[in-house]
């Protein structure tokens, strides 16, 4: 019932940039939070970075510095601002969603995942 669409991945050389971003649609009622998270090749999925409700941020050790997340409301839109990049932010990155729809059931959504290629 709400769905999350990726776009912004894509092949970059260490040190580039990328802006990953991701659409909230359906029955939303609200969201408490929207976040990141990625999988490298024979790796568990890890957060990346998470931004809450009232807009405070958690971010991975290893990306803090470099990658900024935000979010607009009026769009149910989260955004990955991915500065600095480095060969080991290779991975698929995943959006997640969660809050209530108009039932006020809970819902916990991601999105299908978009390939990020850090790489000379």
């Known amino acids: 019932q709400v769905q999350l669409v990726e776009s912004g991945g894509g092949l970059v050389q260490p040190g580039g940039s990328l802006r990953l971003s991701c659409a909230a649609s359906?029955?939303?009622?609200?969201?408490?939070?929207m976040g990141w998270y990625r999988q490298a090749p024979g790796k568990q999925r890890e957060m990346v970075a998470r931004?809450?409700?009232?807009?405070?941020?958690n971010y991975a050790d290893s990306v803090k510095g470099r990658f900024t997340i935000s979010r607009d409301n009026t769009k149910n839109t989260v955004y990955l601002q991915m500065n600095s990049l480095k060969p080991e932010d290779t991975a698929v990155y995943y959006c997640?969603?969660?809050?209530?729809?108009?039932?006020?059931?809970?819902?916990?959504?991601w999105g299908q995942g978009t390939q990020v290629t850090v790489s000379s």
């Open positions: 997640n969603a969660y809050g209530q729809i108009y039932s006020l059931k809970p819902f916990d959504s």
């Open positions: 931004i809450l409700s009232g807009d405070n941020t």
């Open positions: 359906g029955s939303i009622f609200s969201i408490a939070a």
